[in-house]
């Protein structure tokens, strides 16, 4: 049996900060060869992936995770060392306890205590989820794809918990568009308005039609599509000129009601509206996407999470962007891990209760699948 505690501080303990590796994925191996896994490190661009996988045969059932952390930040501000990995009252503190070390760690460990099945498993660990996430999961998945390696489901260990273990699983996320957004105006001295014209009124003015309109109400799976403005930008040092352009940029989560395509558009039309010139970019890296509520794989873990955690995980859709967004485009997937209520925070920490509950819960699931 494998020792998910120990495997969960072996994995924070390497500082491995996108794109960085620092031995997380030796760790892996390490951990999967003696249990019957054939290891084929992936390298693209300075990425290092995994893709590890036990059995030929169908069934084939997929983990995914990724080893990559963000920055831990001040390093002075956390409790202890944030890669020490220190337990403390029952806690695992350091970054990447939670996202997703700790998953990777109860997944492995889970695979043994599951006992013998017909079938495959496989890991599809990668090490950029952090970062633009292009060399990572989505290549790794045209890999597979190539060597007939592609599974019947996945599940990615995303921390899907807002507060126990238990609370919810995702069967699916909204999609992520980010718009720039930029006025023109002519620079001049703010004692002489009539020499210049100033960019920012008509930016306030845009800014403030798109902020307050309402996309949508939301539906079943989904929440109501959100857009919030992340930075206002102008870099004038000095208080009496009026700058030259302003700029701004936003970020909409939106439902399966709208593409990036027909959003666009929509905000063309509402920019529209005013009578102010301006210049729209917008890039999206992830449309919305769903495994449906009554599938059986969603269904399946619903009743192993039940089971194990004593309580119905809701179904839901919000929240970040994950890679279960490129798994979709090949089986069902659905998320499920430990709590997230302190990720990317000072002193992330796991609880080894949640850890070892996550091992069995994991468990489960791959004995109702694989039997």
Known sequence: MIDVVALTQELVRCPSVTPYDAGAMDVVVKALEPLGFICTRLKFGDIENLFARRGTEGPHFCFAGHTDVVPAGDDAAWSHPPFAADIVDGKIIGRGTSDMKGNIAAFIAAIPKAGQHPGSISLVITGDEEGPAIN????????????????????????????????EIKIGRRGSLSGALRVNGIQGHVAYPDLAQN???????????????????????????????????????????????????????????????????????????????????????AAPFLTSHVHPFAMLVTEAVE?????????????GTSDARFFHKYCPVVEFGLTN???????????????KTLQDIYSDILQRFLK
């Open 307 to 319: 089971k194990i955690a004593g309580r119905k995980p809701a179904m839901t859709t919000h929240g």
């Open 199 to 285: 960019p920012l009124n008509g930016l306030v003015r845009l800014l403030s039609t798109l902020s307050t309109h309402r996309f949508d109400q939301g539906n079943f799976h989904y929440s109501a599509t959100n857009l919030e403005i992340t930075t206002i930008d102008v870099g004038n040092k000095a208080g009496n000129v009026i700058p030259a352009s302003g700029t701004a940029q936003f970020n909409i989560r939106f439902n399966d009601l709208w593409s990036a395509e027909t959003l666009e558009d929509q905000l063309r039309k509402i920019l529209d509206q005013e009578d102010v010139p301006y210049t729209l970019e917008t890039t999206s890296n």
């Open 341 to 355: 209520k302190t990720i990317h925070q000072i002193d992330e920490f796991c609880t080894i209760e949640n850890l």
């Open 136 to 167: 990572g999961t989505t290549r790794v998945l045209d890999w597979m794809r190539d060597h007939n390696h592609l599974p019947d489901v996945c599940l990615v260990g995303e921390p899907s918990n807002p507060n126990r273990l238990g609370d």
